[in-house]
């Protein structure tokens, strides 16, 4: 939701012509465009059906999320400081949605497959990309990056018990580096090596985008980059292609640069349960 559709919906609807996408393709000047509250009032409201749908799906129990804060205006103009967690009840914030009936066309949406022919020619060309350690080298994306993942062996028991079948297999993609004043996307499938820019992303193979539009701050120059830890919950794409069991073999990842200008690094691949 946040990188695809949130963010690229930003780059899209943001002018072209403008150095930095203004207003919607940058952060500093998206709230300049009316459509702006369009787009994130429907963010807001998928999030909502989709969390409501239960089982795997849920809110982010990260305290980095949940105690995240802003400042905002209240309606007497008073300066008030609000969590993350205050916001996760819409009720609380006096906002509920109409059922809307064409929701059922993603939510009943079951991707297939591509497959079938897709098999690994030459083994050169795929890196091994471990769990990031402190000195581990980034590795470039250069237009596409394949790597075996290794899955672990089992599912952390504490967690089993806590979950029991709502657990989520997650695919983590460490210390993502772009640079800060260009729009990147990296779109990511498993067991599909030969993905490239123009495989449809309507697969079962698809897991996800990492999505960044320009961020302008005050000392910011050309040179900077931005870090990122990317998330991609993989169990229904797991169960789909028929993988949701084969625990402890290697997940091929493929990730595609589809939109960049410049330098693109990650640290670390890994897969952890939450
Ligand atoms: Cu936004």
């Known amino acids: 939701m946040e990188n695809a559709p949130h963010t690229s919906i930003h780059a899209w609807t943001g002018d072209n012509r403008e150095t930095y996408l203004e207003d919607m393709g940058n952060f500093y000047s998206a709230a300049r465009d009316p ?18 749908i239960g089982g795997r799906r849920k809110d982010h129990t990260d305290p980095d999320f949940l105690d995240a804060e802003f400042i905002f205006y209240d309606e007497n103009a008073r300066m008030v400081r609000v969590k993350v967690k205050d916001a ?7 906002v509920s949605y109409e059922k809307v009936k064409e929701d059922k066309l993603w939510l009943n949406y079951e991707p297939q497959p591509l497959g ?7 083994k050169e060309t795929i890196v091994k990309i471990g769990p990031a350690k402190e000195n581990s080298t980034p590795v470039k994306v250069d237009g596409k990056l394949k790597s075996l993942v290794e899955r672990p062996s089992s599912i952390p028991q504490d967690l089993l018990e806590k979950e029991g079948e709502d657990v989520e297999e997650v695919l983590v993609l460490e210390e993502v ?42 000392s910011g120059t050309n040179n900077d980059t931005h870090s990122a830890t990317v998330r991609f919950g993989i169990t229904d794409n797991l169960v789909r292609l028929g993988l949701a069991t084969s625990q402890s073999s290697d997940l091929l990842v493929t990730i595609v640069s589809k939109v960049s200008g410049g330098t693109i690094t990650i640290k670390g691949i890994k897969i952890e349960y939450e």
Request: proline share 5%; charged share 15%; glycine share 6%.
């Open 177 to 218: 580096m772009v640079p800060r004043n260009v729009v990147t996307h990296l779109a990511v499938f498993i067991n599909l090596p030969n993905a490239d820019e123009n495989t449809p992303i309507s697969c079962a193979e698809y897991v996800g985008s990492f999505v960044h539009i320009p961020h302008l701050f005050g």
């Open 35 to 52: 459509i702006f509250y369009a787009h994130h009032s429907n963010v807001d409201r998928l999030w909502t059906v989709w969390n409501k």
């Open 88 to 94: 996760l009840d819409t009720t609380r914030l006096g």
């Open 116 to 122: 079938g022919t897709d098999t690994v020619t030459t």
